[in-house]
């Protein structure tokens, strides 16, 4: 796990999603939206491979919160999943989070209960799936994943805990990265809000607007 800060002020962790990095365009954009808003930002960048998602996501992220004073709690994608099984006290804020996974093709499923720890298996992520202002540039999660990755992410997505009433999730329903019905599943009408764009709030071109009602969920600071 590696987290890098910016700005002063009140903390806030955001827990990244999978490939996602503190140097790359759209999640620095949102960064900064944070920073101006008078936060100082912890962006969390976990593993992109682990057989086990609890030792090397889990609890990390939980020490990591432990250690601060309070933080305001954001996260996106496979960091929403991560965020989730740490159970924190307190609203969290989740973007598109990786609660389940849409079908995949019959003749891949065998592949994915192999034993193979070693990412082999090609991935590709379309820009336009992120978002309208995405590029090929902006898809920087890796193009290889290991079978026993994807093992234990679906383990996580099954057993994740029950969310805090006051926890907030905004989602595309038209989400191709994750599924936005395990989303819908999870979650209440009044802990849920939509927006019209790709799987990256950040990257879609109605951010301007949608990264202030974010701004509005997380926790009323002192």
Known sequence: ???????????????????????????????????????????????????????????????????????ALLAHSMGGLALAHVNPDGRAVYLSPWWGMHDLPLVVEPLLQLPIAKPFLPNSVEPETLGDLATE????????????????????????????????????????????DAIVAHTTPEQRETYDGGHELFASSGREEYVQWVLDALPTRA
């Open 137 to 180: 540039a902006d898809a920087t999660a890796p193009t290889r994943i290991a079978p026993k990755w994807i093992q234990t992410i679906r383990r996580a997505q099954h057993s994740l805990p029950e969310l805090d009433a006051d926890d907030r999730v905004f989602y595309t329903p038209d989400d191709e990265v994750v599924d936005p």
């Open 1 to 71: 796990m590696q987290v890098d800060a910016f700005g002063e002020g009140e903390d806030l962790v955001w827990v990244m999603g999978w490939g996602n990095v503190a140097d790359s365009r759209h999640e620095r954009w949102l960064i900064d939206q944070f920073v101006d808003a008078g936060y100082r930002v912890h962006a969390i960048e976990l593993p992109t491979t682990t057989t086990d998602f609890q030792r090397d996501c889990v609890d990390p992220v939980r020490e990591y919160v432990a250690d601060l004073d309070d933080p």
